[in-house]
């Protein structure tokens, strides 16, 4: 049974970093894209970072490009977001998903929700002002 397990939220304070992680069982997902996503309260859930399959591709929404980073370990089978210089804004559950199939996406693809099979249960980020 495939599971995406979340962990590293937390209370920050604005300007702060939290590392966030997401380890995955079930099966290997090496070659598969894999992303971060998160929802505010009263908000719809939005795209904040995807990688892809091989590592050399990654997206990031304009509102934390230059402060957060995707990034992944095979080996551990786990995909991580740095989120520095955090604000108030990225207040949010954060959420993490797997593609479920090892393919080629682009920046239309990998920003859209119903193109990942796999999803955690969510984090919690707060950063206080």
């Known amino acids: 049974q495939v599971q995406l397990v979340e962990s590293g939220g937390g209370l920050v304070q604005a300007g702060g970093s939290l590392r966030l992680s997401c380890a995955a069982s079930?099966?290997?997902?090496?070659?598969?894209?894999k992303a971060w996503f998160r929802q505010a309260p009263g908000k719809e859930r939005e795209f904040v970072a995807a990688?892809?399959?091989?590592?050399?591709?990654?997206y990031y929404s304009d509102s934390v490009k230059g402060r957060f980073t995707i990034s992944r370990d095979n080996a551990e089978n786990t995909v991580y977001l740095q989120m520095s210089s955090l604000k108030p804004e990225d207040t949010a559950v954060y959420y993490c998903?797997?593609?479920?199939?090892?393919?080629?996406?682009?920046?239309?693809?990998?920003?859209?929700?119903?193109?990942?099979?796999?999803w955690g249960q969510g984090t919690q980020v707060t950063v206080s002002s």
């Open positions: 998903a797997v593609d479920a199939t090892a393919r080629f996406k682009s920046w239309g693809t990998a920003t859209r929700t119903n193109e990942y099979a796999y």
């Open positions: 079930g099966r290997t997902f090496s070659s598969n894209a």
């Open positions: 990688i892809s399959g091989s590592g050399s591709t990654t």
